[in-house]
């Protein structure tokens, strides 16, 4: 009974560089959403998912792309990284947002 | 855009006695559900309680309860005789009918139980 796992949990990287979060729930969940957690602004959504195959932009999307090949996946790619986006990243799912949504542990990625 | 505000960034209680953290929201919609999230020092994020804003009773969690006035548009959280454990920040969310099951959070309370 995973619920929802992310990885990695730890990344440093040089600006510019790029990389991939996968976020991976066992729930059988249609929803998903990945969020950024700064201190002071709460979590922020980037980008989110209704469904298999679709994806739609949040609040902060600038910077960030995301896939849902498979429903059980939800994967958050950043291009270029920049040190705007040192951040902790959480990954969540949900059967349907009204019963609130299970969250990953979080990545804290730092960009130096 | 809906938002949600928090108005206390840190607070602290004894252990054993009773704590309110405030959250103020707004929206133009009547459809409408609130959430309360913990997130220890582990970084988990947890959820407390949920309210849907076309029910007038107040939602109750064990130790947990909200005082939601929606003309007011509040939504308080209570926690009754604090542990330990309670120490974490605390999270309110909203999230609109019609908003394809997007939550926005406040900025957090930092809730510290001293023994």
């Known amino acids: 009974n995973a619920g929802v796992t992310q990885t990695p949990k730890f990344r440093v990287l040089k600006t510019g560089q790029s990389m991939t979060l996968l976020c991976a729930q066992d729930m059988n969940h249609e929803y998903m959403y990945w969020y950024r957690q700064d201190p002071g602004m709460g979590l922020r959504l980037i980008h989110y998912?209704?469904?298999?195959?679709?994806?739609a932009k949040g609040e902060v999307p600038d910077g960030y792309n995301v896939s849902r090949l498979k429903k059980q996946n939800f994967l958050l790619g950043l291009e270029s990284a920049a040190p705007s986006q040192t951040s902790v990243y959480f990954c969540?799912?949900?059967?349907?947002?009204?019963?609130?949504?299970?969250f990953g542990s979080g990545t804290r990625l730092t960009v130096v | 855009a809906q938002t949600v505000t928090q108005s206390q960034p840190e607070m602290s209680v004894q252990e054993a006695e009773t704590v309110t953290l405030s959250c103020t929201y707004d929206t133009s919609e009547s459809n409408y559900y609130l959430f309360w999230y913990k997130q220890p020092p582990s970084r988990q994020m947890i959820l407390v309680i949920r309210q849907e804003a076309y029910k007038q009773q107040n939602a109750t969690e064990n130790r947990f309860s909200v005082n939601f006035q929606k003309a007011a548009k509040s939504f308080s959280l209570k926690i009754s005789d604090s542990q330990l454990g309670d120490t974490a920040m605390y999270f309110c969310a909203f999230m609109e009918e019609t908003s394809g099951s997007r939550l926005t959070f406040g900025e957090g309370t930092q809730l510290t139980v001293n023994p």
């Open positions: 998912s209704v469904g298999e195959g679709t994806t």
């Open positions: 969540a799912s949900s059967r349907t947002g009204f019963y609130g949504y299970t």
